[in-house]
């Protein structure tokens, strides 16, 4: 599935109706470059459970976590994690499959994301408040 959003509000209400559909247990990675939206993406998908301002950039942290009605959510920045070991350092595995994980800079990390991880890949368009947004590993929801 592909899609263009042509602002920050509409990659929001997108990433909201993807929220609408989580079960509980997905594990989301997200990819793209610095400024395109993943925090965005991030605070729409949590905004469905949560308030907007809920959601913050884990730069600092690794790690934040939002407690939706039904089940968690973990939000993690692995912009800082070069290998196994910075992995290990986050907890990563010990929240694994207790709530829904969204990953930012999951380049970092792909050979250790299991198999039915949903992937979304963010890029800027031609226009600069564009994006197109690329899901896959979707298509069973």
């Known amino acids: 599935m592909k899609i263009?959003?042509?602002?920050?509000?509409e990659t929001e209400n997108f990433a909201k109706?993807?929220?609408?559909?989580l079960k509980g247990d997905e594990i989301i990675a997200l990819y793209g470059d610095l400024g395109v939206g993943k925090t965005a993406f991030t605070r729409g998908l949590v905004s469905c459970f949560w308030g907007?301002?809920?959601?913050t950039s884990p730069t600092f942290?690794?790690?934040?976590?939002?407690?939706a009605p039904k089940f968690k959510i973990y939000h993690f920045d692995m912009y800082r994690i070069k290998?196994?070991?910075?992995?290990?350092s986050t907890g990563f595995f010990d929240y694994m499959y207790k709530g829904?994980?969204?990953?930012?800079?999951?380049?970092?990390?792909?050979?250790?994301?299991?198999e039915k991880t949903i992937k979304i890949y963010i890029e800027k368009n031609e226009?600069?408040?564009?994006?197109?947004i690329t899901l896959k590993g979707w298509d069973n929801k």
Not at 100 to 112: A, L, M, R
């Open 83 to 88: 290998n196994l070991e910075d992995l290990e």
């Open 61 to 67: 942290t690794l790690v934040n976590e939002y407690a």
């Open 100 to 114: 829904v994980f969204v990953i930012e800079w999951s380049e970092n990390i792909e050979n250790y994301l299991p």
């Open 4 to 9: 263009i959003t042509k602002s920050e509000q």
């Open 127 to 132: 226009n600069d408040s564009e994006r197109i």
């Open 17 to 21: 109706e993807i929220g609408k559909k």
């Open 52 to 55: 907007k301002n809920a959601v």
